[in-house]
């Protein structure tokens, strides 16, 4: 099986190549804009990643919020409300449900830090599966009309390669066919459909920031949004990113080896900007400076915190632990492999001692689909030793305060986890190369099977600081960057 870093490295090689980063078709950089697409597509086609087992829209699904589209756009179009901004934040589309109101947890607690500042900003919140789920607010507005324009742009406009970039083309696919074994046709297509994406939203967004005119835009996943970035940067405002999950160095989204210029020597050296990238990095603790090959000098990695972790598990700290409980931690892409491995080592340990208590908690995009994707569980699922959570209700600090072990992949729970003393196991599934340096440190276990895991019971881990991975929010940070 292909791991994710053989695909990873020769995407650099590649890159390396035919300096594939900074090559324009149509007066766009392609290749940033398809980097993660083809990589998840090429993964999931060799079977080192499954799909994310996210439940996806049906065609009446996307009949049903064409109008609240419409009416979105309309009633909390972006380009409405304040002018003269300090800041725009576009937060991560995806909600978390804390003290019974759905907030973004990543730039939740940063607001108000904002608002204590009583700096004035405004948020720019893009749908979750169509829908929107946080209260309404005068801060908020919907990203609705832009992603709805950039549909139908697409429909009417195209993009011709020239000679020359057709030629590019040829060689490239026939370079990834061979690498990879497997058709590349469809490519030509994704890279028209990304370009013109990036046109109609760039043209948007620039309209919008000349608009509001804010000093700063900040936002979560800059790698999705990267014609806001192009605009930013082309208007002078400055950039700055909100990390929200893990960061390695083969995570396409901030790997660039060979343009990485994470130096602190003090010299003056000239910089390769890759195309798109935002100007700062605003990670959860000191770490994550070093967990990539970023194309940004390391002053501009700033640890600033990560305030949701710092204030929910504080309510957990003092739970006692159940020396007998199990958690595992699903995430969509490998959660095949998970779920038979965690129903393998309880079939195996049930044989020889009945006191284990098995949790298995879904990744929020399995909630709806793994019945269908995971009959292993649904059968576990039947005996009283062995759970399985398929919603938000229960605390996942919670269920890591009171277990004593917890497995998984290389979800940034796990990383959550090792906050609350688990003993962390991680199974050799793809994707495990992100967790290389815990493992080599021997903070974490890395285990083959089932079999392996119970021989490794009594693994003790190397002490570690937790402020390294997770550390509370950095007011002198904050202020740094808001000035």
């Known amino acids: 099986m292909w791991s994710i870093k053989d695909i990873a490295d020769v995407f650099f090689s590649l890159e390396n190549k035919y300096n594939l980063n900074y090559v324009e078709i149509d007066g766009v950089y392609f290749w940033p804009l398809i980097r993660m697409y083809l990589y998840y597509d090429i993964a999931r086609k060799l079977n080192t990643f499954g799909s994310a087992q996210q439940k996806t829209l049906s065609l009446s699904d996307k009949i049903l919020s064409f109008l609240p589209f419409v009416k979105n756009s309309i009633l909390k179009s972006p380009y409405s409300g304040k002018s003269d901004l300090d800041m725009i934040i576009f937060d991560h589309p995806r909600k978390v449900l804390y003290q019974n109101k759905y907030h973004d947890i990543y730039t939740y607690f940063f607001c108000q830090y904002l608002d204590k500042y009583n700096k004035n900003y405004e948020i720019i919140e893009s749908p979750y599966l169509n829908n929107h789920f946080t209260e309404n607010s005068s801060k908020i507005r919907y990203n609705d009309r832009i992603l709805l324009c950039s549909y139908f742009y697409k429909k009417t406009h195209k993009v011709e390669f020239t000679e020359s970039e057709r030629e590019l083309l040829r060689q490239l696919l026939n370079d990834l066919s061979v690498q990879f074994n497997m058709d590349f046709n469809y490519l030509e297509n994704v890279i028209k459909e990304h370009i013109l ?164 908690k879904l990744h929020p995009g399995e909630y709806d689909t793994w019945r269908e994707n995971y009959p292993e569980l649904v059968n576990a699922d039947k005996n009283p030793n062995f759970t399985v959570i398929d919603n938000s209700k229960t605390p996942l600090y919670k269920l890591f305060a009171e277990s004593k072990y917890q497995v998984g992949a290389f979800s940034t729970a796990i990383y959550e986890g090792l906050q609350f003393d688990c003993v962390s196991f991680i199974v050799d599934l793809p994707g495990v190369e992100y967790l290389d340096i815990l493992i080599d440190e021997g903070i974490l276990c890395k285990v083959q099977s089932p079999d392996d895991l119970i021989s490794n019971l009594n693994f003790t881990p190397k002490e570690y600081d937790k402020d390294y991975f997770f550390k509370g929010f950095d007011e002198k940070i904050f202020n740094k960057i808001i000035k």
Do not use: C
């Open 197 to 360: 994406n990036f046109k109609y939203e760039y043209n948007s967004y620039k309209k919008l920031l000349v608009k509001k005119n804010p000093k700063q835009v900040y936002v979560v996943v800059a790698y999705e949004n990267m014609a806001l970035v192009a605009a930013a940067h082309d208007l002078g405002i400055e950039v700055l990113e909100l990390q929200h999950g893990t960061i390695s160095n083969y995570h396409m989204g901030y790997s660039y080896p060979n343009e990485h210029n994470n130096f602190d020597d003090g010299e003056n050296i000239e910089l390769t900007n890759i195309p798109y990238f935002p100007d700062k990095l605003l990670t959860f603790g000191k770490y994550w400076e070093n967990a990539s090959f970023y194309p940004i000098v390391l002053e501009d990695i700033l640890p600033l915190g990560y305030s949701y972790f710092e204030i929910s598990s504080n309510e957990f700290k003092n739970l006692s632990k159940k020396n007998n409980q199990i958690l595992f931690i699903s995430q969509g892409v490998i959660g095949k492999y998970l779920s038979r491995f965690a129903v393998g080592l309880f079939d195996k340990l049930s044989k020889e001692n009945n006191d284990y208590n098995f949790i298995y």
